[in-house]
C-alpha cells in the first residue's frame, strides 16, 4: 500500500486530509436555491475553485444553499442548508 502525502503547501488540517476525497466532485456536493448569475472555475496548481455569482441582490434578501450528506459529515456541521443574508 501506498503512502498518501499532502502537497508542500498544505491546505487541509491532517485529519481531514487523511479522510481521503470525498465521492465525485465537490461542486455536485453543492445545490444552490436559486440559480447564479455567472459559475465559473478556476485551477490552480493546489486548489481548484468553484465561483458562484449573484447579481442585482437587493438587501434583505437571502440566498441559500444546501450541501449532501456526505459533505456535511466532513465539514462536521450539524446543518445541510446555508443561508447567507445580504445587507
Known amino acids: 500500500m ?3 502525502k499532502q502537497p508542500a503547501h498544505i491546505v487541509l488540517p491532517n485529519e481531514i486530509f487523511m479522510q481521503g476525497k470525498i465521492s465525485g ?3 455536485e456536493h453543492i445545490e444552490f436555491n436559486a440559480s447564479p448569475t455567472e459559475t465559473y ?5 493546489i486548489v481548484t475553485g468553484m465561483h458562484y455569482k449573484f447579481a442585482d441582490l437587493e438587501k434583505g434578501s437571502t ?6 450528506e456526505e459533505l456535511k459529515k466532513r465539514l462536521e456541521l450539524n446543518v445541510s442548508e446555508v443561508k ?3 445587507s
Not at 472555475?41 to 496548481?45: K, R, S
Request: glycine share 10%; net charge positive.
Open 2 to 4: 501506498s503512502k498518501v
Open 25 to 27: 466532485n465537490y461542486n
Open 41 to 45: 472555475g478556476t485551477d490552480g496548481t
Open 63 to 68: 440566498i441559500s444553499f444546501s450541501i449532501t
Open 84 to 86: 447567507i443574508k445580504i
